[in-house]
């Protein structure tokens, strides 16, 4: 690599912590790379429940460990996802021995006793949980998310969650963590689920806005206004999952074998503006996670069109930076 490339994390010193999604897969090939510009990391999916915990009495950490070992080598922060989430949730978790769904008192005691394994393994290692993710409903017509968290064990559900990450680690800054945050009528509804765990005085620490944006939107208002209402609760807010799609959600497009000039152009400019409103704000956001390293992996390469090439990140397929890069470091 460049040695006149200066660090991404660098550019940010005192201002937030600057992270990457990764797996075993990433940090082995690329490794270095990642050590040098990110200064946080969070598996992408290798601590999430069906990965770490796929049978009721077997845990399979090796890869969550190899993870937490690259970190400690290198001197990097870890923000730990997700402890509870509808998605990537081992079947066997809402199963009944007997047949059928399990019962409330057997979901929650197998939710609490996950919870306090896999927190408590990682015990003054991770810095940050996503405690509980994704529990709201996109749609404008109802607040909580359908699962079968909430249809077993109603809206406590959360509360028991957090308590018992706070339990297994009582010094891990705990998170609520949703994407499509800017969205006026679900940025709303965040408010009011985190403003009312706060009020029964769950330990609950911040607010994860996810970031999956693209070069069209959210705009820069949106963003803003997000912010300073969740702000407004007096917790710290993480941009957990940073990614700026070529896309517009709807666009089914797949004739593009390389981004436009114009999309490069918006990409750069966007990314620009959207480190300086962070920048703005860091006395509330306090870290700030790309989900993935560079233009090489992303996860918007198979969503929501399986098999589009998408250029996201501020490093590109060779790992070197992007015009974007040099606007975000300033």
Known sequence: MNKKVPALHEAFNGLFRIGAAVSTRTIRS?????????????????????????????????????????????????????????????DWVFESPYGGLADRELLLRRMQEHIRTVAGRYKGQIY????????????????????KWLDILGEAYIRHAFEAAHDADPNALLFYNDYNETEPSKRDKIYNLV????????????????????????????IRQAIELYASLDLQLHVTELDLSMFRFEDRRIDLIAPTEQMVELQHRRYEEIFGLFREYR????????????????????????????????????????PAFWRVIG
Do not use: C
């Open 195 to 222: 403003r009312s765990l706060k009020e029964k005085g769950v330990p609950i620490h911040g607010i994860g806005l996810q970031g999956h944006w693209n070069i069209h939107s959210p705009s820069l208002t949106e």
């Open 30 to 90: 690329e490794g270095d790379f990642i050590a040098r510009h990110y200064n946080s990391i969070t598996a992408e999916n290798q601590m999430k429940f069906e990965e770490i915990h796929p049978e009721e009495n077997r845990y399979t950490f090796e890869k969550a460990d190899e993870i937490m070992a690259f970190a400690s080598q290198n001197g990097i922060a870890v923000r730990g996802h997700t402890l509870v989430w509808h998605n990537q949730t081992s």
């Open 283 to 322: 006395d509330v956001i306090t870290s700030v996670t790309f989900w993935g390293a560079a233009d090489n992996y992303t996860w918007l390469d198979n969503f929501p069109v399986r098999g589009r090439k998408n250029w996201p990140f501020l490093f590109n397929e060779e790992l070197q930076p992007k």
């Open 128 to 147: 940050a949980w996503d405690v509980v993710n994704e529990a709201i409903e996109d749609k404008a017509d109802l607040v909580m998310r359908r699962t």
